[in-house]
């Protein structure tokens, strides 16, 4: 009966996204891989009684206030969730962007059934001193051979948060190398590092972007300027903080203005390279997602970006793009970054989530000078290199960049005409990719939006004040992007 | 030949040893797994010419100055690790003491063959918002069956750094609430978090003692001072550091002098915490190891713990005990402080390593009043939690911490017979369970001990300036503890 609600929806979707969406003849088509559901399917309202007994459980352990729901993933398929009441939703949020090619693909189930493989997750080595056979050729075809323009270095580690730690260990190292001529550190140095003073530890800063998020750990911490709760009663640094462009959407309609915004940014940042040098803080770095997530989906042009790295090269600040969340295919290309054209695009580049492993790549020149420096017990996870391997496969067999580009560009059109239908509640449609969001005129609009969504099979994710994102797996089809504007607008009409 | 020209060494080692530990007869019965092999097994000199070639190989990608050799690690079994050469070592550092039971244990072998488990492998949930449905069950099933004592509150990392940043957080945010009086942060808390400034991002600190080894994320890295190399050119935190007992061994010889020692850096830790409240940088937390590894396996008296985590309760401090090394039954109890037989030893306990998910327990009064404050994307791995859950059970149905204590007393008596019979090499043997470890001469006596050994089959750890340190799994036996004995003396034996 539900699906055929749904199904009933989908006709519904038709004709209403029909106009102005040269895609939307393919929902007809629909090409389901054999392995996913057709469409969500709703028992009780989410979280449904089993979920509030296992929260209540839970919460004797944990602070359980971020739980939405639990989860059945053994039942969950491709782009659908399901959870322990039996409710199968469209995910769009995926594990906080971190599921690239939904949920137990078959792809991935074969690596878990062979033999081969048992061994790399039963004997987690300790990479950096007594890595696996395999480990070069496995990084050559995983890592390397996604590497961005102009690196050939890669470091893997267990999350986001320590490859952007350790990413800005690498900037300093490299920057007080750069800074001594290469010598070695003198015994003053040396002593002083012992105990956390200068010189031995270096009054050195990363400059970071408001409303940037860059994880959570007390080095990465001092970068992220997304929401308070992040931040509040941790110690920091004193580290400089540049506007990040507050642009105009969508983008083609507001070229002079954005353009405009965008060189404000670009002088400020300027201005506290100098002074923070004269603070004596110098800038070793400069941090920068090429979507600002956690801090509301924020855009800026190729051109920012491209002057932005020519900022850091002239003042000779390490360039540091964090792909934690943008990187994996979700904007269409492999990278962010791919998108501004530039053949030397960063002197960093961080990754995480959808690559299953954490890491960053550098350029020859930032590679760490001796042993040690940059180091910790287990330095990633070779199992989790066996799944990136296979995902970049299915990536490739399936053409999935094209078929996100694709998705991406109905799911904006059908964001354009929603805020169009229902300009008092939804504005500032933007995305590149699938990686989109919309406004809602307030954060209690949005949050009611995105639980009566839920209730109907559409599970989202929120970002900034106000923001709805949406980050679906590399699967995410046509057909999927209209059941997803289906029921948001059945939501929206519904809406008071 | 190999074989029998150990077994010949076993013989050796019997009349060697005989004297001064009761329990060298077991080796004639020596009860070997069936899953294991017998013996180390040398064809080349390591890292052999496989090894060499792939270290070429990874060199290109990676700095490899840390990589001792190329693990096979499919044809490794229990206490031997075999590499690429075909060599096959005793291994006692398990790589840096993050192997609990041994190479390719049957017990986890079967985890991975189970098809229950396949989507906990492929399906990496964000557990801080979509945990999967048996979560509590197994946090109740592993983590909490072996909580330290007065703590119900567990929280998962995906490794040590990641686990000691959170748990410092906690201690600031508990420490704040304190403050403020459990009141709301103001307006003006909030805005100047956001731009790492006082009093959002308060002036606190964390006490941490010389020769620690927190980790080195750029928190951790503020209480780590065991090594040069991991601190230069980081920038950190102008944060309290007490001296750590510099104690004499045996500990039972010295008591008279080890408690003076200890009872002058009690004194330094009050006088810090009440010089960096004037400073105005009060120390919300005194961290600590119960036996310093990285930084030379330095011990204190369970007497010092114990004045050390009332002085903390008098300062208001919190007081989190590092176990990341000592954690997971190396000492012969499953928690390092458990040997200082407190009702209240901690506030906080990190774990990593062997337990093979990172996190820290710690008592009701410091969980987070407010969900998103301690939080990241994965909040760790629930397929290393199917691990650990398997490793307990090992653990407990082959009485695994009385195997580690009855090796650990060979072993330290060993290495007492071997100092006493080389005092011109060899110094300051120490231990608690398998946590053994000696003083060379020098550090490059050190090195030339251990690479000689390594090429006689023994893989041996090292620490501080001068320390060989032992680390074998759980599943080493007294015979293996012979085996280690016996070529350590076969290399000192030759050793000019």
Same mark, same amino acid.
């Given at each position: 009966?539900?699906?055929s609600l749904y199904c009933n929806r989908?006709?519904?979707?038709?004709?209403?996204?029909?106009?102005?969406?040269?895609?939307?003849?393919?929902?007809?088509?629909?090409?389901?891989?054999?392995?996913?559901?057709?469409?969500?399917?709703?028992?009780?309202?989410?979280?449904?009684?089993?979920?509030?007994?296992?929260? =209540?459980?839970?919460?004797?352990?944990?602070?359980?206030?971020?739980?939405?729901?639990?989860?059945?993933?053994?039942?969950?398929?491709?782009?659908?969730?399901?959870?322990?009441?039996?409710?199968?939703?469209?995910?769009?949020?995926?594990?906080?962007?971190?599921?690239?090619?939904?949920?137990?693909?078959?792809?991935?189930?074969?690596?878990?059934?062979?033999?081969?493989?048992?061994?790399?997750?039963?004997?987690?080595?300790?990479?950096?001193?007594?890595?696996?056979?395999?480990?070069?050729?496995?990084?050559?075809?995983?890592?390397?051979?996604?590497?961005?323009?102009?690196? =050939?270095?890669?470091?893997?580690?267990?999350?986001?948060?320590?490859?952007?730690?350790?990413?800005?260990?690498?900037?300093?190292?490299?920057?007080?190398?750069?800074?001594?001529?290469?010598?070695?550190?003198?015994?003053?140095?040396?002593?002083?590092?012992?105990?956390?003073?200068?010189?031995?530890?270096?009054?050195?800063?990363?400059?970071?972007?408001?409303?940037?998020?860059?994880?959570?750990?007390?080095?990465?911490?001092?970068?992220?300027?997304?929401?308070?709760?992040?931040?509040?009663?941790?110690?920091?640094?004193?580290?400089?903080?540049?506007?990040?462009?507050?642009?105009?959407?969508?983008?083609?309609?507001?070229?002079?203005?954005?353009?405009?915004?965008?060189?404000?940014?670009?002088?400020?940042?300027?201005?506290?390279?100098?002074?923070?040098?004269?603070?004596?803080?110098?800038?070793?770095?400069?941090?920068?997602?090429p979507i600002q997530a956690e801090g509301?989906?924020?855009?800026?042009?190729?051109?920012?970006?491209?002057?932005?790295?020519?900022?850091?090269?002239?003042?000779?600040?390490?360039?540091?793009?964090?792909?934690?969340?943008?990187?994996?295919?979700?904007?269409?290309?492999?990278?962010?970054?791919?998108?501004?054209? !530039?053949?030397?695009?960063?002197?960093?580049?961080?990754?995480?989530?959808? !690559?299953?492993?954490?890491?960053?790549?550098?350029?020859?020149?930032?590679?760490?000078?001796?042993?040690?420096?940059?180091?910790?017990?287990?330095?990633?996870?070779?199992?989790?290199?066996?799944?990136?391997?296979?995902?970049?496969?299915?990536?490739?067999?399936?053409?999935?960049?094209?078929?996100?580009?694709?998705?991406?560009?109905?799911?904006?059109?059908?964001?354009?005409?929603?805020?169009?239908?229902?300009?008092?509640?939804?504005?500032?449609? =933007?995305?590149?990719?699938?990686?989109?969001?919309?406004?809602?005129?307030?954060?209690?609009?949005?949050?009611?939006?995105?639980?009566?969504?839920?209730?109907?099979?559409?599970?989202?994710?929120?970002?900034?004040?106000?923001?709805?994102?949406?980050?679906?797996?590399?699967?995410?089809?046509?057909?999927?992007?209209?059941?997803?504007?289906?029921?948001?607008?059945?939501?929206?009409?519904?809406?008071?």
């Amino acid at each position: 009966i539900l699906m055929s609600l749904y199904c009933n929806r989908i006709s519904y979707l038709f004709i209403n996204f029909a106009l102005g969406s040269r895609y939307v003849s393919k929902t007809a088509t629909k090409s389901v891989s054999e392995f996913e559901y057709d469409a969500p399917s709703m028992k009780t309202a989410v979280p449904g009684p089993k979920s509030q007994e296992l929260l =209540r459980q839970l919460g004797e352990i944990q602070n359980v206030g971020a739980v939405h729901f639990f989860c059945n993933y053994e039942e969950s398929r491709g782009n659908y969730l399901v959870d322990v009441d039996g409710n199968r939703m469209l995910d769009v949020y995926t594990q906080i962007s971190s599921i690239p090619i939904g949920y137990n693909h078959p792809a991935l189930m074969k690596v878990m059934t062979n033999p081969n493989n048992v061994s790399t997750f039963v004997n987690r080595p300790a990479l950096g001193i007594l890595p696996p056979e395999n480990f070069p050729d496995k990084l050559i075809e995983s890592l390397l051979s996604i590497a961005p323009s102009g690196m =050939r270095r890669v470091q893997t580690m267990a999350c986001g948060s320590c490859s952007n730690e350790n990413a800005f260990k690498t900037m300093f190292i490299w920057y007080r190398n750069k800074e001594r001529g290469y010598a070695n550190p003198s015994e003053h140095e040396v002593d002083t590092c012992m105990i956390n003073q200068s010189p031995g530890c270096p009054d050195l800063s990363i400059l970071s972007f408001m409303g940037a998020f860059h994880g959570r750990t007390l080095g990465c911490l001092a970068t992220t300027h997304s929401k308070a709760i992040h931040k509040l009663d941790i110690p920091s640094f004193d580290w400089p903080i540049a506007p990040f462009p507050k642009l105009q959407y969508p983008l083609e309609e507001f070229v002079r203005e954005n353009a405009q915004e965008e060189a404000r940014c670009l002088e400020e940042v300027e201005d506290l390279i100098v002074k923070w040098r004269q603070k004596g803080k110098p800038v070793a770095g400069i941090v920068i997602e090429p979507i600002q997530a956690e801090g509301g989906d924020n855009h800026a042009s190729p051109d920012f970006f491209s002057k932005l790295r020519n900022i850091a090269r002239k003042h000779g600040c390490a360039f540091h793009v964090d792909e934690v969340q943008t990187g994996g295919g979700t904007t269409g290309k492999f990278w962010g970054h791919e998108h501004w054209g !530039l053949d030397d695009p960063a002197d960093v580049v961080s990754f995480s989530k959808k !690559l299953l492993t954490g890491g960053y790549y550098h350029r020859d020149e930032l590679k760490p000078d001796k042993p040690y420096r940059i180091f910790n017990t287990w330095m990633g996870d070779p199992s989790k290199n066996l799944f990136l391997s296979e995902v970049l496969n299915v990536i490739r067999r399936e053409n999935l960049l094209e078929v996100v580009t694709r998705s991406g560009k109905a799911l904006l059109q059908g964001l354009y005409t929603l805020q169009t239908q229902y300009p008092h509640i939804l504005s500032r449609a =933007r995305g590149q990719g699938t990686f989109c969001a919309i406004d809602a005129c307030n954060d209690a609009t949005r949050d009611s939006i995105m639980i009566k969504a839920r209730n109907k099979g559409l599970f989202m994710g929120s970002c900034g004040e106000k923001t709805i994102r949406f980050r679906p797996a590399l699967v995410f089809k046509e057909y999927h992007v209209h059941q997803l504007l289906n029921i948001l607008n059945d939501v929206l009409a519904e809406h008071k």
